[in-house]
Nanobody, 121 residues
Framework: QVQLVESGGGLVQPGGSLRLSCAAS????????MSWYRQGPGKERELVAV????????NYAESVKGRFTISRDNAKNTVYLQMSTLKPEDTAVYYC??????????????WGRGTLVTVSS
């Protein structure tokens, strides 16, 4: 059974930091690119950061560049999002996604259920 379980969300003051984790199981984690998305109140879901299957490539939304860092540990089947200098506009439910466009079944993606990050004083 495929599972992606996010953790690490919570309430943090502006300027603070949080590290989100996404633990994967039920599929070959090291073959999948991993992404973090977020959906703020009244907003559409948006891509925050992506990391390739090996970790050799990363990319970020302009709004988080220089503040967020995505990383992965393939030995632990976990992807992370280190968030610093948080702003109220970073408030959102954060989701992780696993994607492999080259499986025998065609493109495959899996989503977690999300973890809430609230940035407020």
């Amino acid at each position: 059974q495929v599972q992606l379980v996010e953790s690490g969300g919570g309430l943090v003051q502006p300027g603070g930091s949080l590290r989100l984790s996404c633990a994967a199981s039920g599929f070959t984690f090291s073959s999948y690119a991993m992404s973090w998305y977020r959906q703020g109140p009244g907003k559409e879901r948006e891509l925050v950061a992506v990391i390739s299957s090996t970790g050799g490539y990363t990319n970020y939304a302009e709004s988080v560049k220089g503040r967020f860092t995505i990383s992965r540990d393939n030995a632990k089947n976990t992807v992370y999002l280190q968030m610093s200098t948080l702003k109220p506009e970073d408030t959102a439910v954060y989701y992780c996604k696993a994607e492999n466009i080259a499986t025998m079944k065609g493109p495959v993606e899996y989503w977690g259920r999300g973890t809430l990050v609230t940035v407020s004083s």
